[in-house]
């Protein structure tokens, strides 16, 4: 039917001949060729779209990102309709899809914001509302910028100062551990400084092309990130039944299979997990460490969580240190990346997208190539560099705004430490909901039991069926979820992720919903 | 002891492009101060030694665990790569400020880095009405405060109640924050006098390189003859060449006319679009108006031959405005791509993809560390705008600091308000002192025998044609570097003036040139185009062995 329209197109418009000629011997998308026809219809001459689907970089294609996927639109679709007064049977959508804490209520930390309102509009300096010590790091920050500005563009790697800082605070972590400021690089959020390094990365092509090891599930930035600069991704599967944790054996086993069809060279490792919630014992950073030196893998550490850390008997370890902890002989080889953001822990300042990775014994001249490559881009936002300087430089216990400071990182955080325990709780009470605990990080990860009538519904939709359950659920209640498919679970298994930032009684009503959502669930479909 | 400096010339030449070798600073009168460090040749002589003792560790040393990601297993795209406003000449600037706050001694006492567009580190101040929204809107207690005027906490209390627990700690929709997007529209409607502009059609980006970089790789894709060519002006911003590079499409090369004022001449975009087809498939055209570095305002007419061009030829337009409120020659005014593509009527409006960047970085504000954008897609395929913004959700979101800075940008106070008289004159203040040193720059280069400076129409940069006598050239391809990095490194040395050569923006073989912003203050500027001219003159002399009356 294209082709015959295409062709009577052809001769109604000698104009772009050629083109018309080859559309209709292209198999065209319906949508697009009907508009075409349309604008034709209304006089306009014809002309070929430059950029179609068929025309697109096909990397593009592949590329899914489900934090921000269909569901969240549909989402933003139901709070519009609410707002123009249409009919629910609930009266808010409550977005529990994406680590987003202030967007849930928490408060920013009231120092970090006197900081970087100072370095905003320092007029302010002279305000003697403003604790001194506020002051103190704004002025330093200052100093540290372009004709004193947060609006000068800074080195690409970042300003020197605050590298320093973040260096000493590192150092202090590790207890100990030397760290260079040489080797941090400051970056617009954490997923800009792992694209990059993944980047750096990928290489070869057929058998020779760079193979990058994740863990299923995954955060999809890692999936998305591939996709888009066309590597191979290598799936090994976190063990569900031993609360998430990582199975050296499924490792080594993941990376014989990829050895077959590409050249696996970088080991990804998010601690504590995404959207898992899991944090890895000291021991298992070891084996992989190990296992990383033996297979030659270049090592990048997912640490944006390390103060979200609520199981008693959970602690974090930094890859770094226990790499250095491990010796010369893994000390001086292993290549690792390991990555840090504003966004998370008690902070939570997504919005100013701050971050940075620090390099360990990566090669002096692909370390050129690499501040090359950041300085494209010019620098990270400036206000997100400024942030984590006061994060990496709080208030110390001599300083006016110290209990203060103190009192509220210790409130957020023993908040999350309750949410994270009720969550666990209340969802495995359900029958059919099964959920480890929630060690650290923001999520819970739990597993659904799908009846077989719900599940062929949802192929018949043409759906996977843990989307077709988290749409169902936001259409009746309100709730957005993320689906399990879209982090990747194994075969026949379901899963959903919820982030635990809703506030306590909000999050509450959430969980009661969800009870009874999938309760009647079941009953519809059983 | 002409021998001997040149010597010493070019080994720190030599040196400034070896990146990885920890450099000794030695200055041209190093050797002269023997203290400062090691002879120049054994300097030389050393770094050979060390490249050389590196390269047989990697092939012979067993023991050596060879690194998982080296200079042979990297993205070869990454090599590829080429950013020259902050390449080796800024590293080699960055260098002799540590080693001048060291206590080193040199012929200057300060860098003065005219390598870049960073209007805010050259001293200018930023708009006082902008900075307080941005402190309203990071720190809302001070709305409280009295020393704050009522519209600008009007305006913060709008952006927070668009920002998600009304934060900018929170993450904004992917495409930006719905209040500013319609601000956004509403300011290009206002100046393009009526063209339509919907909301959804803006995206707001990292800067407008961020924009620039995914609409590109949207474009990018097809084997061989058929992969995806991008037509970009020589000269250009640097951004298109290393994005081009990044991606492993084709740069299409079209040449603007200096001897026409840096003009865009339309046969020579059918010479370099023909010539293109043979190897590639050229699918976009970009254009950057007003110029960078060239400094160019285009007619309405040559847009309205470029927009055609498109037209005909099918391809995609990226129109790089940012320098659209930077327009200082008096018979020049600034025409978007969108309002001419609407003018030019309906066949044309309703078919030519286009995408216009904007950013909060130059204008009258030079806000470039806030890192704001946006940018305005027309004409976009329904299915492709959505996995546009699938592919701007990886990143999750623009910086918020950055989109409420554009929201000012896009909505400044209005006469009735109270603050714009302030805003009115930081804003003129701040436009009026640039045009005056686009004019001062042009001129005093004018007056120096060996370059010649197009007017500086708009944007932030002049980019003067300099001669370069032959027995320089000689020598620069002797040291493997191009004429102009050895000018442009020599420059430096002698006077701590860092400039970018022509060869990092691209230029018509065996022509040179540097790029410098004229964003330094007046009096600065004065000094530093001064210094610019005895350089220049004693640079000619030297390599031409004439004397001073003779050029």
Redesign the interface.
């Given at each position: 039917k294209d082709s015959k329209s295409g062709l009577a197109l052809t001769s109604l418009v000698p104009y772009r001949q050629d083109s018309c000629i080859a559309l209709a011997s292209q198999p065209m998308h319906q949508r697009s060729f009907t508009q075409k026809l349309h604008s034709f219809m209304n006089g306009c001459e014809y002309r070929d779209r430059v950029l179609t689907m068929d025309t697109m970089n096909p990397n593009v294609k592949r590329v899914e990102y489900a934090v921000r996927g269909p569901i969240v639109q549909r989402a933003v679709q139901i709070e519009r309709e609410l707002k123009m007064g249409i009919k629910k049977p609930f009266t808010e959508v409550i977005k529990a899809n994406i680590g987003d804490c202030h967007a849930m209520g928490q408060k920013p930390i009231t120092f970090f914001r006197q900081v970087l309102a100072l370095c905003s509009y320092p007029d302010l300096l002279e305000d003697s509302k403003f604790p001194e010590d506020a002051k103190s790091r704004a002025r330093r920050i200052l100093q540290a910028c372009g004709g004193g500005s947060l609006g000068a563009y800074s080195t690409s790697q970042g300003i020197e100062m605050i590298r320093q800082d973040i260096a000493r605070y590192i150092e202090q972590r590790d207890g100990g551990i030397t760290c260079d400021p040489d080797n941090i690089y400051l970056s617009t959020g954490a997923s800009d400084a792992i694209v990059t390094m993944l980047k750096l990365l990928v290489s070869g092509e057929g058998m020779s092309r760079t193979g990058v090891m994740i863990s299923i599930p995954q955060y999809p930035l890692y999936s998305a990130a591939l996709a888009d600069l066309g590597a191979v991704q290598i799936s090994y599967y976190l063990d569900e039944d031993n609360c998430w944790s990582l199975d050296i054996s499924e490792l080594r086993h993941a990376l014989q299979e990829a050895k077959k069809h590409c050249s696996p060279r970088a080991l990804c490792i998010i601690n504590p997990g995404n959207p898992t919630g899991q944090v890895q014992s000291r021991q298992c950073i070891e084996d992989v460490i190990r296992f990383a030196a033996a297979e030659k893998l270049f090592l990048m550490a997912d640490e944006v969580y390390q103060d979200n850390v609520y199981a008693d008997g959970c602690k974090f370890h930094s890859f770094k240190k226990v790499l250095f902890e491990m010796g010369l002989e893994y000390s001086e080889k292993v290549e690792l990346a390991s990555f840090h953001s504003t966004s998370k822990c008690y902070m939570g300042e997504c919005g100013f997208r701050g971050g940075y990775m620090e390099v360990v014994n990566l090669d002096p001249e692909v370390k050129v190539q690499l501040t090359k490559l950041v300085s494209v881009r010019l620098c990270p936002p400036v206000p997100g560099q400024a942030l984590l300087d006061v994060v990496v430089n709080p208030p110390q216990p001599d300083e006016p705004s110290y209990d203060t400071f103190i009192k509220e990182r210790t409130d957020t955080l023993a908040t999350l430490a309750e949410k994270a325990s009720m969550t666990q709780e209340i969802l495995n009470q359900v029958p059919g909901i099964k959920c480890n605990p929630v060690q650290g990080a923001m999520y819970t990860f739990p597993r659904i039991h799908l009846p077989p009538k719900a599940i062929l519904e949802a192929k018949e939709k043409g759906q996977v069926p843990d989307m077709f359950y988290c749409m169902k659920l936001l259409e009746e209640t309100g709730i957005c979820l993320v689906p399990g498919s879209g982090f990747g679970q194994r075969d026949g298994t379901y899963h959903f992720r919820m982030t635990i930032l809703p506030p306590k009684e909000k999050l509450k009503i959430v969980l009661a919903k969800i009870k009874e959502f999938h309760q009647h669930f079941m009953e519809q479909y059983s | 002891m002409y021998r001997l400096q040149s010597l010493a010339a070019r080994s720190l030449i030599a040196g400034a492009l070896d990146?990885?070798t920890p450099l000794t600073l030695t200055s041209l009168t190093g050797v002269r101060h023997k203290s400062q460090g090691p002879s120049v040749e054994k300097c030389g002589q050393m770094r050979f030694i060390t490249a050389e003792a590196k390269a047989s560790a990697g092939r012979l040393d067993g023991k050596m665990?060879?690194?998982?990601?080296?200079?042979d297993?990297?993205?070869?795209q990454?090599?590829a790569?080429?950013?020259a406003?902050?390449?080796p000449i800024v590293l080699k600037a960055?260098e002799i400020e540590r080693y001048l706050e060291e206590g080193g001694t040199k012929p200057f006492s300060e860098v003065i880095k005219a390598n870049?567009g960073?209007?805010?580190?050259?001293?200018?101040q930023?708009i006082t009405f902008l900075?307080?929204v941005?402190?309203l809107c990071?720190?809302p207690e001070?709305m409280d405060?009295p020393?704050f005027p009522e519209d600008a906490k009007w305006r913060a209390r709008r952006i927070l109640q668009g920002?998600?627990?009304h934060?900018?700690?929170?993450?904004?929709?992917?495409p930006g924050v719905e209040c500013i997007r319609k601000d956004i529209a509403a300011y290009i409607e206002q100046r393009d006098e009526g063209v339509p502009s919907d909301w959804e059609n803006i995206y707001l980006t990292?800067?407008a390189?961020?924009g620039i970089?995914t609409i590109l790789?949207?474009?990018?894709?097809?084997k061989d003859s058929s992969r995806t060519g991008v037509m970009i002006p020589i000269p250009q911003y640097p951004?298109y060449s290393?994005?081009i590079s990044?991606m492993d499409a084709v740069q299409v090369n079209y040449y603007l006319d200096e001897d026409n004022c840096w003009a865009l001449d339309i046969n020579e975009l059918h010479r370099a679009y023909q010539a293109a087809k043979q190897h590639c498939q050229p699918?976009?055209i970009c254009i950057i108006n007003p110029g960078n570095p060239t400094g160019q305002v285009q007619s309405k007419k040559c847009i309205e031959e470029v927009l055609h061009f498109a037209?005909e030829e099918?391809?995609?337009v990226m129109s790089d405005e940012v320098y659209q409120d930077n327009v200082y020659a008096p018979d020049c005014q600034f025409h978007s791509f969108k309002k001419v593509l609407y003018e030019m009527g309906?066949?044309y409006f309703?078919?030519v993809?286009l995408v216009s960047f904007h950013s909060t970085?130059k204008g009258y504000?030079?806000?470039?560390?806030?890192?704001g954008g946006y940018m305005e897609v027309i004409?976009?395929?329904p299915?492709?705008k959505a996995?546009l913004v699938?592919?701007l959700?990886?990143?999750?979101?623009?910086?918020?600091?950055?989109q409420a800075a554009m929201d000012v940008i896009v909505n400044p106070p209005q006469p009735e308000e109270h603050t714009f008289k302030q805003f009115h004159q930081e804003k003129s203040s701040v436009l009026g002192a640039l045009a005056e040193k686009a004019k001062l720059t042009e001129q005093i280069l004018n007056s120096v025998p060996g370059i010649k400076c197009n007017p500086v129409q708009g944007s932030m940069y002049a980019f003067p044609r300099i001669f370069i006598p032959p027995k320089a050239v000689e020598e620069a391809k002797a040291l493997g570097m191009q004429p102009d990095m050895l000018y442009c490194l020599r420059l430096l040395e002698e006077t701590g003036i860092c400039v970018v050569p022509g060869s990092g923006f691209g230029q018509k073989d065996r022509t040179y040139h540097f790029r410098m912003t004229i964003l330094p203050s007046i009096e600065k500027l004065n000094v530093l185009l001064g210094k610019v001219r005895d350089f220049h003159i004693s640079f000619l002399k030297e390599y031409s062995g004439l004397e001073w009356d003779e050029i």
């Amino acid at each position: 039917k294209d082709s015959k329209s295409g062709l009577a197109l052809t001769s109604l418009v000698p104009y772009r001949q050629d083109s018309c000629i080859a559309l209709a011997s292209q198999p065209m998308h319906q949508r697009s060729f009907t508009q075409k026809l349309h604008s034709f219809m209304n006089g306009c001459e014809y002309r070929d779209r430059v950029l179609t689907m068929d025309t697109m970089n096909p990397n593009v294609k592949r590329v899914e990102y489900a934090v921000r996927g269909p569901i969240v639109q549909r989402a933003v679709q139901i709070e519009r309709e609410l707002k123009m007064g249409i009919k629910k049977p609930f009266t808010e959508v409550i977005k529990a899809n994406i680590g987003d804490c202030h967007a849930m209520g928490q408060k920013p930390i009231t120092f970090f914001r006197q900081v970087l309102a100072l370095c905003s509009y320092p007029d302010l300096l002279e305000d003697s509302k403003f604790p001194e010590d506020a002051k103190s790091r704004a002025r330093r920050i200052l100093q540290a910028c372009g004709g004193g500005s947060l609006g000068a563009y800074s080195t690409s790697q970042g300003i020197e100062m605050i590298r320093q800082d973040i260096a000493r605070y590192i150092e202090q972590r590790d207890g100990g551990i030397t760290c260079d400021p040489d080797n941090i690089y400051l970056s617009t959020g954490a997923s800009d400084a792992i694209v990059t390094m993944l980047k750096l990365l990928v290489s070869g092509e057929g058998m020779s092309r760079t193979g990058v090891m994740i863990s299923i599930p995954q955060y999809p930035l890692y999936s998305a990130a591939l996709a888009d600069l066309g590597a191979v991704q290598i799936s090994y599967y976190l063990d569900e039944d031993n609360c998430w944790s990582l199975d050296i054996s499924e490792l080594r086993h993941a990376l014989q299979e990829a050895k077959k069809h590409c050249s696996p060279r970088a080991l990804c490792i998010i601690n504590p997990g995404n959207p898992t919630g899991q944090v890895q014992s000291r021991q298992c950073i070891e084996d992989v460490i190990r296992f990383a030196a033996a297979e030659k893998l270049f090592l990048m550490a997912d640490e944006v969580y390390q103060d979200n850390v609520y199981a008693d008997g959970c602690k974090f370890h930094s890859f770094k240190k226990v790499l250095f902890e491990m010796g010369l002989e893994y000390s001086e080889k292993v290549e690792l990346a390991s990555f840090h953001s504003t966004s998370k822990c008690y902070m939570g300042e997504c919005g100013f997208r701050g971050g940075y990775m620090e390099v360990v014994n990566l090669d002096p001249e692909v370390k050129v190539q690499l501040t090359k490559l950041v300085s494209v881009r010019l620098c990270p936002p400036v206000p997100g560099q400024a942030l984590l300087d006061v994060v990496v430089n709080p208030p110390q216990p001599d300083e006016p705004s110290y209990d203060t400071f103190i009192k509220e990182r210790t409130d957020t955080l023993a908040t999350l430490a309750e949410k994270a325990s009720m969550t666990q709780e209340i969802l495995n009470q359900v029958p059919g909901i099964k959920c480890n605990p929630v060690q650290g990080a923001m999520y819970t990860f739990p597993r659904i039991h799908l009846p077989p009538k719900a599940i062929l519904e949802a192929k018949e939709k043409g759906q996977v069926p843990d989307m077709f359950y988290c749409m169902k659920l936001l259409e009746e209640t309100g709730i957005c979820l993320v689906p399990g498919s879209g982090f990747g679970q194994r075969d026949g298994t379901y899963h959903f992720r919820m982030t635990i930032l809703p506030p306590k009684e909000k999050l509450k009503i959430v969980l009661a919903k969800i009870k009874e959502f999938h309760q009647h669930f079941m009953e519809q479909y059983s | 002891m002409y021998r001997l400096q040149s010597l010493a010339a070019r080994s720190l030449i030599a040196g400034a492009l070896d990146l990885c070798t920890p450099l000794t600073l030695t200055s041209l009168t190093g050797v002269r101060h023997k203290s400062q460090g090691p002879s120049v040749e054994k300097c030389g002589q050393m770094r050979f030694i060390t490249a050389e003792a590196k390269a047989s560790a990697g092939r012979l040393d067993g023991k050596m665990r060879e690194k998982t990601l080296t200079m042979d297993t990297l993205n070869p795209q990454v090599k590829a790569v080429e950013y020259a406003v902050r390449g080796p000449i800024v590293l080699k600037a960055g260098e002799i400020e540590r080693y001048l706050e060291e206590g080193g001694t040199k012929p200057f006492s300060e860098v003065i880095k005219a390598n870049i567009g960073d209007a805010h580190a050259m001293g200018q101040q930023p708009i006082t009405f902008l900075r307080q929204v941005v402190a309203l809107c990071t720190f809302p207690e001070l709305m409280d405060s009295p020393s704050f005027p009522e519209d600008a906490k009007w305006r913060a209390r709008r952006i927070l109640q668009g920002c998600g627990g009304h934060s900018l700690g929170s993450y904004s929709a992917s495409p930006g924050v719905e209040c500013i997007r319609k601000d956004i529209a509403a300011y290009i409607e206002q100046r393009d006098e009526g063209v339509p502009s919907d909301w959804e059609n803006i995206y707001l980006t990292t800067g407008a390189s961020d924009g620039i970089m995914t609409i590109l790789r949207l474009l990018v894709s097809g084997k061989d003859s058929s992969r995806t060519g991008v037509m970009i002006p020589i000269p250009q911003y640097p951004l298109y060449s290393a994005a081009i590079s990044e991606m492993d499409a084709v740069q299409v090369n079209y040449y603007l006319d200096e001897d026409n004022c840096w003009a865009l001449d339309i046969n020579e975009l059918h010479r370099a679009y023909q010539a293109a087809k043979q190897h590639c498939q050229p699918r976009v055209i970009c254009i950057i108006n007003p110029g960078n570095p060239t400094g160019q305002v285009q007619s309405k007419k040559c847009i309205e031959e470029v927009l055609h061009f498109a037209y005909e030829e099918n391809l995609f337009v990226m129109s790089d405005e940012v320098y659209q409120d930077n327009v200082y020659a008096p018979d020049c005014q600034f025409h978007s791509f969108k309002k001419v593509l609407y003018e030019m009527g309906p066949e044309y409006f309703s078919s030519v993809e286009l995408v216009s960047f904007h950013s909060t970085s130059k204008g009258y504000t030079g806000e470039c560390g806030f890192r704001g954008g946006y940018m305005e897609v027309i004409n976009m395929d329904p299915e492709v705008k959505a996995q546009l913004v699938k592919l701007l959700s990886v990143r999750l979101c623009p910086p918020l600091a950055g989109q409420a800075a554009m929201d000012v940008i896009v909505n400044p106070p209005q006469p009735e308000e109270h603050t714009f008289k302030q805003f009115h004159q930081e804003k003129s203040s701040v436009l009026g002192a640039l045009a005056e040193k686009a004019k001062l720059t042009e001129q005093i280069l004018n007056s120096v025998p060996g370059i010649k400076c197009n007017p500086v129409q708009g944007s932030m940069y002049a980019f003067p044609r300099i001669f370069i006598p032959p027995k320089a050239v000689e020598e620069a391809k002797a040291l493997g570097m191009q004429p102009d990095m050895l000018y442009c490194l020599r420059l430096l040395e002698e006077t701590g003036i860092c400039v970018v050569p022509g060869s990092g923006f691209g230029q018509k073989d065996r022509t040179y040139h540097f790029r410098m912003t004229i964003l330094p203050s007046i009096e600065k500027l004065n000094v530093l185009l001064g210094k610019v001219r005895d350089f220049h003159i004693s640079f000619l002399k030297e390599y031409s062995g004439l004397e001073w009356d003779e050029i």
